[in-house]
């Protein structure tokens, strides 16, 4: 019967050679920008009553969503932005952790007669998008 001394070796020993640096071990961190890419430089270039919707559209892509406001005669455009982080480290066959996370982004134009009139940005978690007053 082996006595405790051998049984301490034996598992440290097994545990260096899972552990040890011939171990595959592998870590990841990967960031994904999904929608359109709407920069503080393209965003500039947009001057109020002169820039067109035709304008934005091949600028920007189609928007995420389209809304027409019937009583003010305007058009509301809401482009989507998101940013994907994924992180997370492996120990071959032994030990996964992952983490995503997705941060979001939302521009809105008003449109008036196909020339944009306003635009703001606002955080889509929030329960008014009202432009700023």
Known sequence: MPDARFLLRATTAVLLAVFAPGCIVTSTNTTRDVGPRITASSLAEVQLGITSEAWLI????????????????????????????????????????????????????????????????????????????
Request: aromatic residues 14%; glycine residues 4%.
């Open 58 to 133: 091949a600028t920007f892509g189609t928007p995420t969503k389209r809304v027409r406001v019937e009583t003010e005669g305007v058009d509301i455009l809401r482009y989507d932005a998101d940013r994907r982080t994924t992180a997370g480290y492996y120990v071959f066959l032994l030990i996964a952790h992952a983490s995503n996370s997705i941060e979001r982004r939302s521009w809105w134009f008003e449109i008036k007669d196909h020339i944009v009139i306003r635009w703001w940005e606002a955080n889509p978690a929030e329960e008014d998008p009202s432009p700023p007053k």
